[in-house]
């Protein structure tokens, strides 16, 4: 009977270990599996900040191709107001030689 009982007791202690280590090795298991959720919750914020640039960096080609459009009319403005200075003052040129004449 002694064997018996040593050897039930070798069965007890054998079963506790093992259902300490599955307990262990199930509190991994659910932390790797929250790692997981997280590092795709993280790939997708990635994703989206990934397009978020995209979309911001097309904007501004866009305000970019704009400006210089504006900035070529402004200067195109300018010169034609110029022009218009330059020949206004002729004309005042013209009309003092006139009345000096």
Do not use: F, P, W, Y
Request: charged share 25%; proline share 0%; no cysteine.
């Amino acid at each position: 009977i002694s064997v018996l009982q040593k050897r039930a007791a070798k069965a007890e202690n054998s079963a506790a270990k093992l259902r300490q280590e599955n307990a262990q090795l199930q509190a991994e298991l659910r932390n790797s599996r929250l790692e997981k959720e997280e590092l795709r919750a993280g790939q997708a914020g990635l994703a989206a900040a990934k397009q978020n640039a995209e979309a911001a960096l097309q904007q501004l080609l866009q305000v970019t191709a704009s400006s210089r459009a504006s900035i070529r009319q402004l200067l195109s403005g300018a010169e034609s107001l110029q022009l218009v200075a330059d020949l206004l003052k002729s004309i005042d040129r013209i009309s003092e030689v006139s009345e000096d004449g």
